[in-house]
Nanobody, 128 residues
């Protein structure tokens, strides 16, 4: 397992932008695929986006495609989730997770069970 720490959430008006980040402690960070999930109060956790260890492959939920961009800087052991055109329905606790077994995106990359290490999350709140 690895340790993940999210930051960069906050309160923003609809249409605004935020860039949460996920710092990962681990000597082989580039070997880990990383995913982001979100959970709003009273709702189930849902997949947002995932990125391969090299950063060469990404996948997004349909609800965020075209608005969110996932990237990583392996020299800084950090993954960035750029959020644009935010909507009130994007309000949730955003958590990152690492898959230490595979560096590429598997068919299960959108499934929470694929990931074996999780951060505590960062709150994103979008006001209307």
């Amino acid at each position: 397992q690895v340790q993940l720490v999210e930051s960069g959430g906050g309160l923003v008006q609809a249409g605004g932008s935020l860039r949460p980040s996920c710092a990962v402690a681990g000597r082989t960070f580039a070997d880990y695929a990383v995913g982001w999930f979100r959970q709003a109060p009273g709702q189930e956790r849902e997949f947002v986006a995932a990125i391969s260890g090299s950063g060469g492959s990404t996948t997004y939920a349909d609800s965020v495609k075209g608005r969110f961009t996932l990237s990583r800087d392996n020299a800084k052991n950090t993954v960035y989730l750029q959020l644009h055109s935010l909507k009130p329905e994007d309000t949730a606790l955003y958590s990152c997770a690492a898959d230490s077994r595979y560096g590429y995106l598997t068919s299960a990359a959108r499934t929470a069970g694929r990931y074996d290490s999780w951060g505590q999350g960062t709150q994103v709140t979008v006001s209307s």
